[in-house]
């Protein structure tokens, strides 16, 4: 297994998404279940593991997540790269506002909550239409002198917005949904961050399960489960969309792989710069994602499986740029 970098932070080639142990994908497992799933994503390899502020539900209150991701890590704290995000809600930034300060305020809860003294990686979950990204990037910029942050980054951002950012206080990291479903991010995004020596963090790469195949017009989701508004999962867009998925079959059985397999080393193969974070909350799955970097496509086969996918219309969509304002007040709230 090579390690990645997302600028100066090195880590495994695929991270572990946490959100689903809090919410987001129907009923969440026992807390044991959920730190025995992170102790042996660590055991298997896996150095990254994202959480966020605003993880959870009214049953699992904001900051759930990083609670139990923050316990479950203590052990091995000092050998993994942790990231979490900031969420600015409207109401703070309103008037009068003094950005440091809001902005240390999180910081230190979310800390506390995950008990260190430091973030590796400290994202803007969206940005705020009353914020000026360039503030925040000044703002992560004193932190990372004082030693708070060691690298920060922005989610669901245009390439216009992330180089206003990144001219200030340079970025780690992007993160950013991403699939062989969801490409947009190979126009603008991606070039500008190998340009630039960004990391991309995709989230959703196996589009919400989407590229396992196991998701059929049968499948129920139930509760707070996001899948139920996810665009490639209707009922419509999951029959239109079957030529993707049979394309992944003909290579997951040349390759004895399974199909999200060959999706995550698909993308492995394609950026040098990507470090997928697949957000099950089954152990098998995650250590069967975890894996994918243990699959290797040959320059044959990638160009192959390419022209591929090239020829398959999507059908379904949610896109790369959402605002704090525009996706927390709609029923994409956290689709991660």
Not at 64 to 86: M, Q, S, W, Y
Not at 230 to 244: C, F, G, S, T
Request: with cysteine; hydrophobic share 40%; net charge negative.
């Amino acid at each position: 297994m090579e390690r990645r970098k997302l600028r100066d932070l090195e880590v495994s080639p695929i991270g572990m998404g946490c959100m689903g142990f809090s919410h987001g994908y129907g009923k969440v497992p026992e807390r044991t279940y959920s730190m025995e799933a992170i102790h042996k994503a660590f055991a298997f390899g896996c150095t990254f593991f994202d959480t966020a502020e605003s993880y959870g539900t009214e049953m699992f209150y904001p900051g759930h997540n990083e609670e139990l991701v923050g316990e479950a890590i203590r052990p091995f704290r000092k050998d993994v790269v942790l990231a979490t995000k900031l969420h600015l809600n409207v109401e703070e930034v309103s008037k009068g506002y003094n950005l440091y300060d809001i902005m240390l305020r999180h910081l230190k809860a979310s800390m506390k909550r995950l008990n260190t003294d430091y973030i590796d990686l400290y994202y803007l979950h969206r940005v705020n239409e009353l914020v000026p990204v360039e503030d925040i990037a000044e703002v992560m910029g004193r932190f990372i002198k004082e030693g708070f942050v060691r690298g920060w980054g922005l989610s669901q951002v245009s390439v216009e917005t992330l180089d206003r950012a990144n001219t200030v206080t340079p970025v780690s990291a992007v993160q950013s949904i991403y699939s062989m479903v969801e490409r947009a991010l190979e126009k603008d995004i991606f070039p500008y961050c190998l340009e630039h020596n960004i990391g991309v963090v995709p989230f959703s790469p196996i589009a919400s399960g989407f590229l396992s195949g196991k998701v059929t017009a049968e499948t129920k989701f139930e509760g707070d489960d996001v899948r139920k508004f996810v665009p490639q999962l209707a009922e419509e867009n999951l029959k239109a969309n079957q030529p993707i998925i049979d394309v992944l079959s003909r290579f997951s059985e040349e390759k004895q792989a399974a199909n999200a397999q060959i999706s995550l080393a698909w993308m492995l193969h394609k950026y040098p710069n990507a470090v997928p974070i697949p957000g099950s909350k089954n152990q098998e799955r995650i250590l069967e994602n975890l894996g994918s970097w243990n699959v290797q496509l040959s320059g044959d086969e990638f160009q192959t499986l390419e022209t591929a996918l090239n020829q398959c219309k999507v059908y379904g969509h949610r896109g790369y740029v959402e605002s704090e304002q525009a996706s927390f007040s709609a029923n994409w709230r956290e689709n991660k």
